[in-house]
């Protein structure tokens, strides 16, 4: 096979202007010493009408930047080296601008003495063109009432995607914030689905679902021994989603001392898996969730500021339901078709009755809550009916005056539990294992009673 240093210079130069690109070379002085026949296509000069001319002449503007460092990144010429790849706009002979994608190489003699440079040009129109279609796309898609799994074309959903399309490219840390219910990972999954990272995994964990010394074992990894259980070497979260993005929710549950460790992680960008002494390198986008307002924690000390800060470079909130009434029959036809699937029935809407009863409703559950009931519907209607009636709503949505006797019953009954954990508590002086073996439950149970109290 012929060694490419034995290309003469007839099949070099073939080679240069049979490319599908335009391609010319400039002197040390700038001055335009090649041009191909693409480059006459792209711009409109012929060889001989630019030929010994600077390439100032293409008046990119790239080159007329009046940052220095910035010319200097992108020109040979002036950096003597590799120019990189970089999107900028051309001016063609006849006056109109074309956007192109640049690339650069400096071109040294044999003794390593800068003698001109190569540049490659590529027509990029129809690709800008196809991003500013897709950009529109998604636009009108969101004023029709959807972006990706989102439903809802209510003004606050509208300001919500368009805050979803703004921050999705980037890589910074984002917490969003909202009441239980309210779809916070639904959010999550759709920054994460438009974002650069979307190839690599999605994972999320629930860090009010753990208590502290298996949360950090699950966000960190650990060694085996490293405590009664762990048989084997485990990766955690972190290292499980690499490259991709990790979703904390209920971020507010975290202990202090647990934010600690995941404020170093977030500042050395690696981890030490629990149990070893050797860190670990991470490549993570983090997303956090709460239902609760965290900068309020902030200022009653139950929430580091510091880590709050490194978190929330972003601040998304998602609105409650009963903020956005206006996209319930959205939400409702979104349900009825999920479950149409599901349960093999051929539901086409709701009565008149029940779609009121569906608007007059708090929702203090949010979607989560209209999910459910639009599903009880299904399973109690009868096969072959076409609606979903008022009486095959759940009672609280059917009856609320009924259920409103009960909740109160509920509620004092909530408030006497609250009184017996807070009086357990105080007699075990915050020792929670202790306040377990006061009330006769588990140490796992007395943690669920407590977020379930809100304590």
């Keep these: ?4 240093s034995d290309i003469n210079e007839h099949f070099r130069e073939a080679l240069l202007k049979t490319v599908p690109c335009a391609v010319f070379m400039v002197d040390s002085n700038n001055q335009i010493i090649f041009w ?53 706009e051309m001016r063609r002979k006849d006056g109109s601008f074309v956007p192109v994608m ?44 959807k972006y990706g799994n989102l439903i809802g ?15 999705a ?46 949360l950090e074992a699950e966000l960190f990894g650990h060694k085996r021994g490293a405590f009664t259980g762990a048989v084997e070497d485990r990766a955690g979260c972190f290292e499980t989603a690499s490259d991709g993005t990790l979703f904390l929710d209920e971020i507010g549950e975290m202990s202090l001392s647990s934010q600690v460790k995941l404020l170093r992680v977030l500042q050395e960008k690696q981890i030490t898996r629990v149990g070893d002494s050797l860190p670990r390198p991470v490549d993570v986008r983090i997303i956090a969730a709460s239902n609760k307002n965290l900068a309020d924690m902030v200022k009653s000390g139950q929430f580091r500021e510091d880590l709050y800060y490194r978190l929330r470079v972003v601040g998304l909130v998602v609105p409650s339901l009963l ?49 459910h009931a639009v599903e009880h519907a299904f399973v109690v209607t009868a096969p072959g009916q ?20 009960a ?37 796992a149970g007395l943690y669920k009673k407590i977020r379930r109290l809100g304590l």
Excluded at 172 to 201: C, F, M, N, P, Y
Excluded at 389 to 405: C, F, K, N, Q, Y
Excluded at 411 to 427: F, G, R, W, Y
Aim: charged share 30%.
């Design 1 to 4: 096979m012929t060694d490419i």
């Design 36 to 88: 191909n026949k693409s480059a006459e296509e792209l711009t409109g000069y012929l060889a001989d009408e630019i030929v010994g001319f600077t390439c100032d002449k293409l008046r990119m503007n790239i080159c007329s930047n009046q940052n220095p460092a910035v010319r200097k990144t992108f020109c040979p010429l002036l950096s003597g080296g590799d120019g990189g790849e970089v999107e900028c």
């Design 102 to 145: 640049r690339r650069s190489r400096a071109v040294l003699d044999d003794k390593g003495e800068l003698i001109g440079a190569i540049e490659a040009l590529v027509d990029v129109s129809l690709i800008k063109q196809a991003r500013t279609e897709i950009r529109l796309l998604k636009h009108e898609i969101a004023r029709r009432g």
């Design 153 to 167: 074309r209510s003004d606050q959903m509208r300001k919500l995607y368009d805050m979803i399309e703004t921050v």
């Design 169 to 214: 490219r980037t890589d910074a840390s984002i917490v969003i914030e909202g009441e239980t219910g309210t779809g916070k990972e639904l959010v999550a999954k759709t920054i994460h689905a438009e974002s650069i990272r979307s190839e690599s995994i999605f994972l999320a964990i629930n860090c009010g679902a753990l208590p502290e010394t298996l």
């Design 323 to 371: 903020d956005r009434k206006d996209d319930i029959p959205d939400l409702v036809a979104h349900f009825i078709t999920q479950f149409n699937e599901k349960y093999s029935k051929q539901i086409e809407g709701c009565s008149p009755k029940a779609m009121d009863l569906f608007l007059v409703h708090s929702w203090p559950g949010n979607i989560r809550e209209l999910e």
């Design 386 to 405: 076409k609606v979903i009636t008022a009486d095959s709503l759940p009672p609280e949505i059917s009856h609320p005056a009924e259920m409103g006797v």
């Design 407 to 443: 909740q109160k019953k509920m509620d004092t009954e909530s408030i006497d539990e609250k009184t017996l954990i807070t009086n357990a508590l105080a007699e075990a002086n915050g020792n929670k294992s202790q306040a377990a073996r006061i009330l006769g439950i588990t140490r």
